[in-house]
Every structure is written in C-alpha cells, then in structure tokens.
C-alpha cells in the first residue's frame, strides 16, 4: 500500500490554515502538500508542520494562488527574468519549509516557441538549485484551459530535452483520466517518470471510490511498479467535512 499525504490546500479546507495540520495529522497522515504557502511566513508553516510531526511533500512555485492570475510563467516566451525572480522566491520559502518537491507550472501558452522557452527555463532552475528536486505536472483543457503542459506525451517530451535528474513527472489521477481516458492505463506507461504522484477521482475531482477509477488497483499497480513515493489525496471533498470522505484510505 502506497504512503498516503494530505493536500492540505484541498482537504481539510474547511479549517482556518493553521489548524488543517493538526486534522491531517489526526486523520493519520504523516505527509502535507501545499500549493500556494506564500500567505504566510514560512517560519509558521514551518512551526506548524513540526508541531504536528509532519514532512511537507510539496510545494508550488509562485504565482498565483486560486483567486486568479497566470498559472506560471514557465512556457511564456519572453518572461524569464519574471520566471526567475519566482523561482527565487519558492528557494527562499523551500529554505526554511524543506519541501521534497517543488511544482512548476507552465502557463497558459502554446506552440514550439513555448517548449522551448519552458525546456530552458526548467533547465535554468535545475541548474541554479541542484539540490531541489522539480516537477512538471499535466493539468487537463477542461478544468486549466490554455494551460501548456495539457498532455503527458508532451511532459515526457519535455522530460527527455530537459534531461536533468531534479526534474520529474507528478502524475495526477484526477488529470491522467481527464486527459486520456484512464488514469490506471497513464500510471502503467508513464510511471518510470513519476518522482511523485496525487490522487482525486474524475470526473468531479472528488474523494476516491466516485468515479471509473479502481484506486485499490491504482495502489496496487504503483506498489507492482516499485513506486516509494508518496500519493497524496489532492480532491476536493464531495461532503462538508473532510474526515467524512477518508474511506478510502482505510479500505
Ligand atoms: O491542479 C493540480 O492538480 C495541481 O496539482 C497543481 O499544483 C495546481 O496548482
Ligand atoms: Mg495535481
């Protein structure tokens, strides 16, 4: 059975931020992600993940938060000193919240130009920050329309110009099914380049066991394939509370 995180950004939303630690950890996580922890000084985030025993799996690289604005920079042709200046800015945050990963986001952009402006400035951070590990994730048209990276062919074609050992595929059932139809069959082609993955269930992004997909033959299926990493619960609860929809953790 895979190692399960919170994405307390997602779960456990109907507590004020500092208190979602302590219910993850509750609930018997012993891993958070974060998508956006640039609402406050890292120093708390950080006090709180140590109060309650937790590691912190991820975090995203700036901008923004979920009230609008560009989901990153990193295909858009012509900002690298913006894309650069973020990157620093998550380095700084990673310093003090030791993230093991940290998610790139490519932007709403398309076309060759773009790969190659988002193969460089993966390259960039690689390079500036080699002790990080990075990830690039496929989102899906439906929900991120415009959004570059909308394809794992095309991360795996990123992955392979890029060619550094910080930077990995993050694979997302919820995405993976959305994209192409089954998120089981994404896992089994494309799990050799997965340093980490999430789980939600298409096509509502909600708690696992709603859907088509068959999550205990996705844990299987990544415990078949050697996977060590963490899977962290990145949905959207189909009820008010969250400890109310974890199931499927325990089945
Ligand atoms: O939307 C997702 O699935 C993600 O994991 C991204 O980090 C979006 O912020
Ligand atoms: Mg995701």
């Not at 509750?26 to 974060?34: K, L, R, S, T, Y």
């Not at 130009?113 to 990830?135: E, H, I, M, R, S």
């Not at 570059?148 to 997302?172: C, I, M, S």
């Not at 844990?219 to 963490?230: H, K, V």
């Amino acid at each position: 059975m895979p190692k399960f995180a919170a994405n307390i950004s997602l779960l456990f939303a109907e507590l004020p931020y500092l208190d979602r630690f302590q219910a993850a950890a509750d609930a018997g996580f012993q891993a958070v992600e974060i998508l956006f922890p640039y609402e406050l000084a890292a120093k708390e985030t950080r006090r709180a993940l140590l109060a309650n025993g937790l590691e912190l799996v991820l975090i995203n690289a700036p901008p923004p938060n979920y009230t609008g604005g560009a989901p990153g920079y990193a295909a858009i042709p012509g900002g690298a000193s913006r894309f650069q200046s973020d990157i620093r800015r998550v380095l700084r945050y990673a310093q003090v919240l030791r993230p093991g990963f940290i998610h790139i986001m490519s932007g709403y952009a398309a076309g060759t130009d773009a790969l190659d402006c988002f193969v460089q400035n993966l390259q960039w951070a690689a390079d500036f920050a080699p002790q990080q590990t990075f990830t690039i994730e496929p989102l899906n048209p439906m929900s991120q329309p415009g959004y570059f990276l909308n394809d794992y062919n095309l991360a795996t074609e990123v992955l392979g110009r890029v060619d550094r050992p910080n930077v990995g595929l993050q694979y997302d059932s919820f995405h993976a099914h959305m994209i192409h139809g089954d998120a089981l069959a994404v896992w089994e082609r494309f799990h050799p380049s997965v340093v980490h993955a999430q789980i939600g269930a298409a096509p509502e992004r909600s708690e696992p066991g709603r859907g088509p997909t068959d999550f205990a033959q996705l844990f299987a299926a990544m415990d078949d394939a050697g996977y060590s990493g963490w899977v962290s619960a990145e949905y959207a609860p189909s009820t008010a509370r969250t400890d109310a929809t974890l199931a499927w953790m325990r089945r």
